[in-house]
């Protein structure tokens, strides 16, 4: 071989080293496992998007509760040790950081640009027009419009047996209220009937377009919408838009608090009138898009249970007394008595543990060393993700809860039935036994206004209606797994039942 070839030989040697090592990753002393998959930059990618749940859930078994995998060239680190996501909720934010995911979600998913978004300070801002004084004013709000909404609607109130998708009777009915709460009303005399009707309505074509838009979010948020679902989804937007224009808002009545406080925050932000309307579209769905969801499968799960359905009314008797006694006074169902219901509470954790399930993610900013209580160390690298997913661990992990597939009402309850909140790993008493609601900077700031809204929902259904399933044997619809990482979970399926109103 001559000079000139060898050298040559040399050259493309270094280069495809230099390559390799831009292009390749392995793992370093004291890094976590790392598994990238077979597939070249792909990695992971097939599997983690067709089943989060069982795919981590058998990464763990195989590399233990923390762990490396790359998926579509990101490398990403879950942390699936309850006992440590303190270390991690509430890590400084100059080494991990919420706000790149979160901007990069709300442009991919709604074409929301915000200039200095800061999560942190946003929900600092909005958390009190949820919470505290404003709750019963809230809640007063969110029974009017259900009571509206269930109750006032000629098509739902008459006396005879009606068929409906369970899914759609409860993701529409809290999204139309939960909007009509939030956002306002159409008029300021609640008692007028063509304002009630005009409600209705309104809430009805928003809810329409919506659910057409929630069945391309998940492709938007992952980038994977085809060139036809991405002009149908942008077309759904542009309606949207329109139909939540801040001018449009601006002349609705009886704006909540939260609405009018966001409004001057994005004003304060320097934001024009089209990106605060995008916003408003990105908050309709961050309010909104998991109580319906998460009335479908408590509803579901005490149809399907009779001695907690039995427990639950029971319960709702003794609170409330009869239904002929809050006749037309359904908004009238005071904090004080929705804070009172230890049955209810424990169904919906229940409920809330077997199908929330949200990723905590962080982006890693500096190379650094993440310190574990129970003493071990592992290096993180700067431009990685770290992630938790609650759902695997501990809301299904058979060493904190037997059984854990399984719906049981009572499993939040104490014998003497307060609610229960001792739940052991390792030994160990658990701080985060069950995450529906995230934590640390991630919390939600609507807990106490959506647990409200979703008891007042409940109660309303079922004390005024029967309610059944059309086939009694009707099994346990699988969840749609490509809703993994986003909240409650969705149906494969929806599940007919069938209801009227009660006789007096």
Not at 188 to 211: C, G, L, P, T, W
Not at 281 to 294: D, F, R, V
Not at 352 to 357: K, Y
Not at 386 to 402: A, G, H, K, T, W
């Amino acid at each position: 071989m001559s000079w000139a070839a060898l050298l040559g030989l040399l050259v493309l040697l270094v280069a495809l080293a230099l390559l390799a090592t831009r292009v390749g990753r392995w793992r370093r002393p004291g890094e976590p496992p790392l598994d990238k998959g077979l597939i070249p930059w792909l990695g992971h990618a097939l599997d983690f998007g067709k089943d989060a749940a069982m795919f981590l859930s058998d990464m763990r078994k195989k590399h233990g509760d923390i762990f490396t995998i790359q998926a579509a060239g990101k490398f990403i680190t879950f942390l699936l040790d309850p006992h440590s996501y303190d270390v991690v909720l509430w890590e400084s934010d100059s080494k991990l950081d919420f706000n790149r995911y979160a901007r990069l979600l709300m442009d991919r998913m709604f074409d929301v640009r915000l200039p200095d978004y800061d999560p942190k300070e946003e929900k600092t801002l909005l958390r009190m027009t949820l919470q505290n004084q404003n709750l019963s004013s809230l809640a007063k709000a969110m029974s009017f419009n259900l009571w509206n909404i269930l109750l006032s609607d000629p098509s739902k109130n008459g006396p005879q047996w009606k068929e409906e998708g369970l899914f759609h009777l409860c993701y529409s009915t809290m999204l139309r209220a939960g909007y009509l709460t939030l956002y306002g009303n159409e008029g300021k005399d609640y008692n007028d009937a063509s304002v009630q009707a005009k409600d209705r309505a309104h809430s009805m074509e928003i809810y329409n377009e919506f659910y057409k838009l929630d069945q391309l979010l998940m492709k938007a948020a992952r980038s994977t919408l085809s060139a036809g679902e991405k002009k149908t989804f942008d077309n759904i937007k542009r309606d949207l838009w329109e139909l939540l224009s801040v001018k449009r808002l601006d002349c609705r009545a009886y704006r909540s608090v939260w609405m009018d406080c966001y409004k001057q925050h994005l004003v304060d932000l320097g934001v024009d009138e089209e990106m605060q309307t995008r916003a408003m579209l990105l908050q309709l769905w961050s309010t909104q898009s998991n109580a319906g969801p998460a009335v479908f499968w408590l509803l579901f799960f005490l149809l399907k249970h009779p001695s907690a359905m039995v427990a639950v009314q029971g319960e709702m008797q003794a609170i409330f007394g009869s239904r002929k006694q809050t006749i037309g006074q359904a908004h009238e169902m005071n904090q004080e008595k929705l804070e009172k219901t230890p049955i209810f509470d424990s169904v919906l954790n229940e409920t809330l543990r077997l199908t929330a399930a949200p990723f905590i993610s962080r982006e890693v900013l500096q190379d650094m060393l993440l310190r574990l209580p129970d003493c071990r160390e592992y290096h993180l690298r700067k431009g990685d993700r770290l992630c938790l997913f609650p759902y695997v661990s501990p809301q299904m992990d058979p060493e904190i809860y037997e059984e854990p597939e399984k719906f049981k009402y009572n499993r939040f309850l104490n014998s003497d039935g307060t609610e229960k909140t001792d739940f052991y790993k390792g030994g160990r008493k658990l701080k985060y036994y069950t995450m529906p609601w995230g934590a640390g900077i991630n919390v939600c700031i609507g807990k106490f206004h959506a647990v409200n809204s979703i008891k007042l929902c409940v109660f309303l259904l079922l004390s005024y209606f029967d309610l059944e399933l059309k086939h009694p044997d009707t099994k346990i619809p699988g969840f749609d797994k490509e809703r993994y990482g986003f909240g409650i979970l969705h149906p494969e399926t929806d599940v007919v039942v069938r209801y009227k109103l009660k006789d007096l």
